[in-house]
């Protein structure tokens, strides 16, 4: 008889992920508003540094990153001995999981949270919780309501995606100072840089010894195809997770373009700002449509329809016009559609066609 091979259970729980839509191939002039990409791009120091990388092909990378460490820790104003750098802030999530979380342990998350920290509780073994929200924003008396002996992490982004709501500083002050001992507070920075002000956690992590941050070069850098992100953590945290990363998780290009792009506060600012403009313009123009929004702190808008029949037909009218957007039934809101906030071309083109789109739905 024939054994099969049998994934931990986890592992068949886990519904793999599915991205934002992209381009059909050879698909020609397609707006793509799906995966809260930087439509700039990555900073031309980010470029240049990419081609003149890969000299070394043959040789193993730095496992140390100090390099890129020492960029990071400069740019932001950390101890560069409490980072460690990944591929993407998605390995970072999943090994501070893997280091932390097992068998009988719980990971909470909260009702509309990013849809990867399921996939990484489970495949840790763990069992993944969900806390309610209040109106699309994270419920810190939720959270501290629902969290127990059992639980080892709790994961939230500030912003948060699909959402685009933030917390107060001194709301994640109260949740980490309310937590149970021995339980992680998870601070996923992905969008951090486009909330004016906020330092994505660092300080707090600073002064906690239960608080890490995870940052990205996917988002405001506009990496996301190099997959390079970090995070920030007490000295107990970065050393587990040095002991099960592996040595060489990050290319000496991958690191080499990374520091370029750090460095380049330029690029970062003239980013941020763009897409805070062109965020308020798309959010009152949708508004002004009939489609109300919360305020974002992110590179996106989460527009609410008044069904779910509705955002679909949106989805699909917009798509025909080769526009892609993301609808996020998947995160418990069916009436909503995600939209990045792109160039000023394609917000206006955005807009527009949606405008159309109110218009036929009237008729
Ligand atoms: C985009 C995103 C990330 C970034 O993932 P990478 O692995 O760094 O590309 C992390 N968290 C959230 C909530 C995101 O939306």
Not at 124 to 134: C, N, Q, S, T
Request: proline share 5%; hydrophobic share 40%.
């Amino acid at each position: 008889m024939v054994q099969q091979v049998t994934p931990k259970p986890g592992v068949q729980r886990i519904a793999p992920y599915v991205g934002g839509a992209a381009p059909e191939k050879g698909q020609e002039g397609v707006v793509k508003l799906s995966s809260n990409e930087n439509p700039f791009g990555p900073s031309e120091a980010a470029k240049t540094a990419y081609r003149h990388a890969g000299r070394d092909l043959h040789r193993y990378p730095d496992t140390s990153h100090r390099a890129l460490r020492e960029a990071i820790a400069e740019v932001h104003g950390i101890d560069a001995g409490r980072i460690v750098c990944g591929a993407g802030s998605g390995e970072m999530l999943a090994l501070v999981c893997q280091a932390f979380a097992g068998q009988g342990d719980e990971v909470l998350l909260t009702e509309h949270g990013f849809a990867m920290y399921p996939i990484y509780a489970n495949a840790a073994g763990a069992k993944p919780i969900v806390v309610p929200e209040r109106e699309r924003t994270v419920d810190v008396d939720a959270i501290l309501a629902r969290a127990g002996k059992r639980t080892k992490l709790v994961f939230v982004a500030n912003p948060a995606n699909p959402t685009g709501t933030m917390i107060g500083g001194n709301e994640i002050g109260r949740l980490a100072a309310g937590l149970p001992k021995g339980c992680l507070l998870v601070l996923d920075g992905a969008y951090a840089e486009y909330a004016e002000g906020y330092d994505g956690g660092a300080a707090l992590v600073e002064r906690s010894e239960n608080v890490v941050m995870t940052r990205t070069f996917s988002k405001i850098h506009g990496l996301g195809g190099l997959r390079v992100g970090w995070m920030y953590g007490p000295a107990r945290v970065v050393d587990a997770v040095n002991r099960i990363r592996g040595p060489f998780n990050l290319s000496d290009v991958q690191q080499a373009v990374a520091e370029a792009a750090i460095r380049d506060a330029a690029h970062a600012v003239r980013s941020r700002e763009e897409n805070a403009r062109l965020r308020a313009w798309m959010a009152e123009a949708l508004a002004e449509l009939g489609l109300p929004s919360d305020t974002s702190t992110a590179n996106f808008v989460l527009v609410r329809f008044p069904s779910e029949g509705a955002a679909r037909a949106c989805l699909a009218f917009l798509k025909e016009e080769g526009i892609l957007v993301r609808h996020v039934a998947n995160y418990g809101l069916p009436h909503a559609l995600r939209i990045t906030v792109g160039d000023e071309a394609s917000c206006r083109r955005v807009v527009h066609e949606i405008g159309r789109f109110q218009e036929a739905q009237a008729a």
